[in-house]
């Protein structure tokens, strides 16, 4: 099958796993908008020329948020886009703080690609409190948010320059 082909059936299960989800934000933006965002990231700043990094890009939340197993993204799209997405995934089984905390311990220790996604992610993460905040949080959640977020990058820095320079532009417009 190309490459396209590839593609294209990446972003059809996305949107199927995905269905009826949406962003936290006030705008209530369709999650696959978000999944659109970070895989165009993601393509844009290596140059479009490794689709599986881009698939797993599409994916990269659907072991988290959706009953997808790995097995199951083995068999659908390779053990490499398994592995990039499992590496992004946090463990459900723990409480918030705990997995918020692993995030910052792991990012060292992740691959060049499963970097590179989670740069793209935290980018449209910030980009979307910046201009759709979810309608519950106060400054001080985001805020908190926002420095997590920059702890996570910093442990992924000298992966991807294009990628670094959109979060911290990101970072910048969150903060005025
Ligand atoms: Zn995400």
Redesign the pocket.
């Known amino acids: 099958m190309s490459e396209i082909s590839e593609l294209a059936r990446a972003y059809h299960f996305a949107a199927v796993r995905h269905v009826g989800q949406r962003r936290k934000g006030k705008a209530g933006e369709p999650y696959i908008n ?2 659109t965002e ?1 895989a165009d990231l993601v393509a844009a700043a290596t140059g479009g020329g490794d689709v599986e990094l881009v698939i797993a890009a599409v994916l ?2 659907v072991l ?2 959706t009953p997808t197993t790995g097995a199951e993204l083995v068999a659908a799209f390779g053990a490499r886009v398994a592995s990039i997405v499992a590496e ?1 995934s946090d463990d459900k089984s723990l409480p918030k703080a705990e997995r918020k905390r692993l995030q910052i311990e792991h990012a060292p220790r992740l691959t060049a690609a499963a970097k590179t996604v989670k740069l793209a ?1 935290k980018t ?2 910030i980009r979307a409190l910046a201009k759709s905040p979810p309608a519950d949080w106060d400054a001080a959640r985001i805020a908190d948010y926002v420095d997590w977020a920059i702890a996570v990058v910093d442990h992924c820095r000298g992966t991807n320059a294009a990628l670094e320079r959109l979060f911290d532009e990101a970072v910048a417009v969150m903060k005025g």
């Open positions: 978000h999944l970070v990269h939340d988290e948020d992004v992610d449209a993460n």
